[in-house]
T-cell receptor, first 110, second 114 residues
């Protein structure tokens, strides 16, 4: 069983729409959680960390549900520039390997 | 500091040849990681170093793969007797021990084995 599961999509949404991605993880000992963004043929870049209380960064909101072992990312008022692949990441111990999901592809359409 | 630097950006090699990639981490970062990413997949962990010590290796790192970080600064990843299945993006990342933050990745080395 994979450590992290994501719906690969693709999600095609119009500009201005709200879109949500979910991700589940298998190991209840997972400690740290992140969302990364990856543009085509580029390296992944940290979008935001995910905290137990939930956190927001502008149009982006991340939530963590430890009981159900899932993480979510909500993007409000989608922009064309949000088109990318969004990777869910969990770690078991600080500083050790990250477990990446396969990524969810988002295309925002004019 | 210009972030994590990887060299080369692209490498095309014939099957059976050896290749070596280099990674220069962010200067104050003592942890360095190698990942591999194939099309449609997320990055997969290969190995990581804390300073010059290689502390963890994935089962993906077959005996044809070797990584070094001799002085605790830059690192090299060598693949011997390359196979077509080695074609992938090889990503290096670095971080500072004890900080609960995500990694910073380099731009990667895209390997194509023909």
């Amino acid at each position: 069983r994979k450590e992290v599961e994501q719906d690969p999509g693709p999600f095609n949404v119009p500009e201005g729409a709200t879109v949500a991605f979910n991700c589940t993880y298998s190991n209840s000992a997972s400690q740290s959680f992140f969302w990364y963004r990856q543009d085509c043929r580029k390296e992944p870049k940290l979008l935001m960390s995910v905290y137990s209380s939930g956190n927001e960064d502008g149009r982006f909101t991340a939530q963590l549900n430890r009981a159900s072992q899932y993480i979510s990312l909500l993007i409000r008022d989608s922009k064309l520039s949000d088109s990318a692949t969004y990777l869910c990441v969990v770690t078991l111990n600080t500083g050790n390997q990250f477990y990446f999901g396969t990524g969810t592809s988002l295309t925002v359409i004019p | 500091d210009t972030g994590v630097s990887q060299d080369p950006r692209h490498k095309i090699t014939k099957r059976g040849q050896n290749v070596t990639f280099r990674c220069d981490p962010i200067s104050e970062h003592n942890r360095l990681y190698w990942y591999r990413q194939t099309l449609g997949q997320g990055p997969e962990f290969l190995t990581y170093f804390q300073n010059e010590a290689q502390l963890e290796k994935s089962r993906l790192l077959s005996d044809r793969f070797s990584a070094e970080r001799p002085k605790g600064s830059f690192s090299t990843l060598e693949i011997q007797r390359t196979e077509q299945g080695d074609s992938a993006m090889y990503l290096c990342a670095s971080s500072l021990e004890g900080r609960r933050l995500g990694y910073t990745f380099g731009s990667g080395t895209r390997l194509t084995v023909v």
